[in-house]
């Protein structure tokens, strides 16, 4: 499949993050440098220097960064300082059609967010931090006591508890390098990977072939309205696995990047030992043997996965009234909106810092700032909502329920949207 096979809709469908990279590499045709917008740069030299950590830069090299460099800088101040490692012109235009231009409703939204935020009390951030250090806590007491009393109420709350855990470390693995965000990695996931599949990909580009997340649940679950991609029997029998898909999402997690690293490139980190430490603390802290204490880790984890994807997969993403890819789209093709129109907002969650840190709350304005911690982005709507009357824009909500309905029937819609979102 070639670069232009690719780009006109043809599905690409890479097993985790390196391979996405590797691919993301060859359509890009960055020359071995970062782009940004129409113009390649050398970042060798600033890479170690980078505030938010090496990895986004070492991760990226070679490929197109203009989304990812844009919302992730909230400042002005790298815009002017990348000017040094400027090398040329890119020689061919960029293979993304969304815009960024400086009258649209991205940037304009950005600026008003950029003056915003010195009057916000940072003290929201702190309730973020605390709320994210009782789950850790709350997490390993609740193995603890399970492992000591053999309860099986007391391994479905550590499983709950575990999964609450890593989701409220999402908040953090979107930032520059800090030891919240390493939490993460206690439910078999981990930080580095997430931040390529989640971060890179899925943030930048929902919804699209080049959303990671869209597809690594495929066969089982496929939400691409494209009759030949799911049949008719695909389509009731995913119904039927999808327990089970997300009771073993994090298990196979773990195992896919483990076959890989055998097979081909390691992609395993150090901190990957971190999940260890929760049935390492129920064997020093209970009489069970190392068999009970491993048979029960693998439950919790089973319980925090399914939670997860109970949780992640009706967040916001999926439904026949949202964006997927063959959809029909909007004539501004502005990032900004681009997001608005791929997700509906959770309505039940923002009466609560808690849930929205648990739940994914708040999430077309996090899919738009992913650095700013949940705790400040309730600050932002009336900004958001002003904004989006200027560039008709709608942000949509809906509670749970309505979520569950909606991702099971975008399951088994096949038929693409004739219109954009915004004339629906």
């Known amino acids: 499949m070639n670069k232009k096979q690719k780009i006109s809709g043809l599905r690409v469908v890479e097993s985790h993050g390196k391979s996405w990279l590797v691919s993301k590499r060859e359509d890009d045709e960055a020359e071995g440098l970062w782009r940004i917008r ?24 070679g490929t197109d960064i203009t989304e990812l460099f844009e919302a992730h800088h909230l400042s002005s101040l790298p815009a002017s300082l990348i000017d040094s490692y400027k090398v040329r012109d890119a ?12 009258n649209g409703f991205y940037q304009t939204l950005k600026r008003r967010v950029r003056d915003k935020l010195p009057t916000i ?11 994210h250090s009782a789950l850790l806590l709350s997490t390993f007491l609740s193995v603890v006591f399970a492992a000591r009393w053999n309860s099986l109420l007391l391994l479905i709350l550590a499983g709950t508890l575990l999964c609450w855990t890593v989701i409220a470390a999402h908040n953090y693995f979107h930032r520059r390098d800090n030891w919240r965000m390493y939490t993460f990695n206690l439910a078999m996931l981990n930080v580095c990977g997430w931040r390529i599949s989640h971060a ?12 990671l997340e869209l597809s690594m649940f ?10 030949q991609m799911k049949t008719l029997t695909l389509r009731y029998i995913s119904f039927l696995i999808e327990p089970l898909v997300y009771a073993m999402t994090f298990l196979l997690d773990i195992l896919t990047r483990i076959f890989y690293s055998i097979r081909c490139t390691n992609i395993m980190y150090w901190h990957d030992l971190l999940n260890l430490t929760i049935p390492l603390s129920m064997y020093l802290c209970s009489d069970l043997t190392l068999f009970m204490c ?13 939670a997860f994807c109970v949780i992640g997969l009706n967040a916001a993403h999926h439904d026949p009234k949202i964006y997927h890819e063959g959809d029909a789209v909007r004539d501004d093709r502005d990032w900004g909106l681009f997001q608005v129109d791929t997700i509906i ?3 039940d969650l923002k009466s609560s810092q808690f849930l929205v ?21 309730p600050e932002l709507y009336p900004i958001f909502y002003e904004t989006l009357d200027e560039f008709k824009g709608q942000l949509r909500e809906y509670n749970h329920f309505q979520h569950i309905l909606g991702q099971h029937r975008q399951l088994l819609r096949v038929k693409s949207n004739l219109k954009p979102p915004g004339l629906m």
């Open 345 to 347: 907002d959770r309505s």
């Open 121 to 131: 009390d940072v003290k929201r951030k702190s309730n973020s931090d605390n709320i």
């Open 200 to 211: 890179m990909s899925h943030h930048m580009y929902p919804n699209s072939y080049w959303d």
């Open 357 to 377: 840190l648990t739940h994914f709350g708040d999430h077309c304005l996090h899919h738009l700032f992913p650095t700013l911690d949940h705790g400040i982005l």
């Open 38 to 61: 129409d113009t390649l740069y050398d970042f060798t030299n600033f890479v170690d220097k980078h505030p938010g950590g090496s990895f986004w830069l070492k991760e990226t090299k």
């Open 294 to 306: 491993l048979r029960q880790w693998l439950f919790i984890i089973m319980v925090a996965s399914f």
């Open 218 to 227: 495929e066969p089982f679950l496929c939400w691409i309205p494209n009759e």
């Open 91 to 102: 020689m061919n235009e960029r293979i993304y059609t969304l815009t960024m231009h400086e």
